[in-house]
């Protein structure tokens, strides 16, 4: 089964994706085909400047090798597209570059208002967590959290605050594993064992996924589709890595603001340091509401998007 991994760097709707990337959000389109149809393409073109210096037999037995390598290509793609997944696969596609379908991940929600939310993965922490807490109160804004299931058992009073506070809580996986490595059903275990935690300790279901690193294959989608999760990614992540300093960090987003676009931030994953994204928060926060934005939560978001279709 393929894997479709963005990891933290690509920002789909704001740049341009690097070539895998870009080769893997066709995949996602359509299920898979597009993906498909594109290397067999270009793989035939190439063929195609070969053959051009080749004998009339020669040529014949190029095109014959080609159409069984493409049947063979095809018939493959079709086994795996009957190999569970791969309904949830077909009906991402459409979204992965629109946001409009419901069962996609979701990137960026189109709306016209100057709205954002603002996301922070692998909490609670009891370092940084608490200061993510005081700045949204301080700047009345309320942010989306996604949670680690292991955390929450870890600082419960940290994850019970955020839901006090009204900010929205998220499923990101009992214990962090990227997915791809996992079955189906670990998929699953991971993502329950998630969401039980979260309703022991915070009295609500969650209903947002978000794939630790963003990696994921159809096992993945499958089993958060199974669990009525819609899989929420990002459009623009804080922390960028040639970003160095939290002005840059900052502003680089600031620049690329669009409405409906999904900010990622982290408030956990130690050993990393998360002091940059605490400076670079308030510059931010500052910035996009000078700019007319204003902040809302995910689940906000969605309805925004879903009310802006219907
Ligand atoms: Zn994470």
Not at 88 to 98: H, M
Not at 166 to 179: F, P, R
Not at 272 to 283: E, G, N
Request: aromatic share 4%.
């Amino acid at each position: 089964m393929a894997i479709w991994r963005r990891g933290c760097l690509p920002e789909a709707p704001e740049r341009p994706l690097p070539k895998a990337a870009a080769g893997a959000q066709l995949q996602l389109a359509d299920g898979r085909r597009l993906h498909r149809l594109h290397i067999l393409s270009r793989e035939a073109s190439v063929k195609k400047q070969r053959v051009t210096r080749l004998s009339i037999p020669t040529k014949l037995t190029s095109l014959l090798i080609g159409c069984l390598v493409a049947g063979m290509g095809w018939a493959k793609v079709h086994r795996e597209l009957e190999a569970g997944a791969s309904a949830v696969l077909r009906a991402t596609g459409r979204l992965a570059r629109t946001g409009k379908t419901a069962a996609g991940p979701v990137w960026r929600v189109p709306t016209e208002q100057k709205v954002v939310a603002l996301t922070f993965d692998d909490g609670p922490n009891p370092v940084y967590t608490p200061q993510v807490l005081k700045l949204a109160r301080e700047k009345g804004i309320k942010v989306t959290f996604f949670l680690i299931g292991r955390n929450i058992q870890l600082y419960p009073e940290l994850a019970r605050e955020e839901a006090a506070e009204g900010h929205a809580l998220g499923n990101h996986t009992w214990d962090h594993h990227e997915m791809p490595q996992l079955s189906r059903r670990q998929d699953m275990s991971e993502i329950e064992r998630c969401e039980d935690e979260i309703e022991r300790i915070c009295g609500q279901r969650p209903h947002l996924f978000r794939p630790p690193k963003g990696a994921m294959n159809g096992n993945t989608l499958a089993a958060a589709a199974a669990l009525g999760y819609r899989v929420v990614l990002w459009s623009v992540a804080l922390e960028h890595h040639p970003s160095r300093t939290p002005e840059e960090m900052a502003q680089r987003v600031v620049r690329m603001a669009r409405p409906g676009m999904i900010i990622l931030a982290h408030d956990g994953a130690p050993p990393v340091d998360r002091s940059k994204t605490l400076r670079a928060l308030p510059i931010l926060v500052d910035g996009l509401q000078r700019k007319g934005y204003r902040f809302v939560t995910v689940p906000e978001l969605l309805a925004m998007g879903d009310a802006k279709r219907s």
